[in-house]
Nanobody, 125 residues
Framework: QARLVESGGDTVHAGGSLRLSCAAS??????MGWFRQAPGKEREGIAG???????FYKDSVKGRFTISRDNSENKLFLQMNNLQPEDTAMYYC?????????????????????WGQGTQVTVSS
């Protein structure tokens, strides 16, 4: 089973950008996605992508975040632009069998998927 390791989290000012990376230890053609969890809140899905790079997004990040993957490098990315304080959270990547749109249901992904350990994103106002 692949291990996933996220990187790229940092502290930025509102309006700034970050690019998160998720490295898989072995090739995976599962759907993959990004999730986040802020203190005191439930984990939410941000975006999902299949092995053909068909991508899907949570409405609140459309136009600001872009998910992509490089299957040759076993990597998943999340480009985040115009970050806002409400984007502050621990960001996780995951891989799972089935539709990439399952990112809308983190609990379902948890039953069948593989998760990374997370990377912290903090946006100051």
């Amino acid at each position: 089973q692949a291990r996933l390791v996220e990187s790229g989290g940092d502290t930025v000012h509102a309006g700034g950008s970050l690019r998160l990376s998720c490295a898989a230890s072995t090739p995976t053609y599962y759907s993959m996605g990004w999730f986040r969890q802020a203190p005191g809140k439930e984990r939410e899905g941000i975006a999902g992508i299949d092995s053909q790079n068909d991508a899907f997004y949570k409405d609140s990040v459309k136009g600001r975040f872009t998910i992509s993957r490089d299957n040759s490098e076993n990597k998943l990315f999340l480009q985040m632009n115009n970050l806002q304080p409400e984007d502050t959270a621990m960001y996780y990547c995951a891989a799972w069998p089935g539709s990439p749109t399952l990112f809308h249901a983190p609990s379902a992904v948890g039953d069948f998927g593989v998760w990374g350990q997370g990377t912290q994103v903090t946006v100051s106002s």
